[in-house]
């Protein structure tokens, strides 16, 4: 699976945006964009994902640039539950099949830590 | 979407012995997985569990360390076998229903071996 490279940690402040950066220079044309997060003493929780186009759900919004090689998860307006270790991911779209299903494995890297200050 | 519960939530085992760990989905999954957190780290696939066929483990992972079961769609065991304290960590199993879905994860079974 392609590397990913996320800062260590970042913070912000209630209320406020924001934007959580993720490279992935080495990511080929199958490869799906995926945000996973990771509250304390919890199991990794789904926020978005992507191949190409900018995505936007009721959690977060996903950017994408243009030749793929970057992007941000975006948190509209922080709150205290959304402090977590956010994690991007690309999952291979050649990867595993089943049943006529392609599917792709998870390799987590180390995360931004998010913390949020009331 | 998927709704896992993984048993036990958490345990304390002494050295040489082996724990089995249950993953039981509310809905038919094809693929399922199973991963580890070592404490203060980020999670490590350990396998991939196709209902039917034998599970595929991945570097540094093997079956005689970690048996896994997985007898039906909706159910996978994950078996940490002669333990000892490197053994303690978070287990963790996940389903998903194709590359371009979401996956879903148990809150994790947490080991620790004494």
């Known amino acids: 699976d392609a590397k990913t490279t996320q800062p260590n940690s970042m913070e912000s402040n209630e209320e406020e945006p924001v934007h959580l950066p993720c490279n992935h220079s080495t990511i080929s044309g199958t490869d799906y964009i995926h945000w996973y997060r990771q509250l304390p003493s919890q199991g990794p929780e789904y926020v978005i994902h992507?191949?190409?186009s900018n995505v936007n759900n009721r959690m977060a919004s996903l950017a994408i640039a243009e030749d793929r090689k970057s992007s941000t998860l975006i948190l509209h307006r922080a709150t205290l539950r959304d402090a977590a270790v956010y994690y991007c991911i690309l999952r291979d779209g050649v990867g595993l099949w089943a049943g006529g299903t392609s599917y792709g494995k998870l390799t987590f890297g180390q995360g931004t830590i998010l913390t949020v200050h009331p | 979407s998927a709704v896992i519960s993984q048993k036990p939530s958490r345990d304390i085992c002494q050295r040489g012995t082996s724990l089995t760990i249950q993953c039981q989905v509310d809905?038919?999954?094809?693929?399922m997985f199973w991963y580890r957190q070592q404490p203060g780290q980020s999670l490590t696939l350990i396998a991939t569990a196709n209902q039917g066929s034998e599970a595929t483990y991945e570097s540094g992972f093997v079956i005689d360390k970690f048996p896994i079961s997985r007898p039906n769609l909706t159910f996978s065991t994950l078996t940490v076998s002669n333990m000892s304290p490197e053994d303690s960590s978070i287990y963790l199993c996940?389903?998903?229903?194709?590359?371009?879905?979401?996956?879903?994860f148990g809150q994790g079974t947490r080991l620790t071996v004494v």
């Open positions: 992507g191949l190409t």
């Open positions: 809905s038919q999954v094809t693929m």
């Open positions: 996940s389903v998903e229903f194709g590359i371009n879905t979401e996956a879903f």
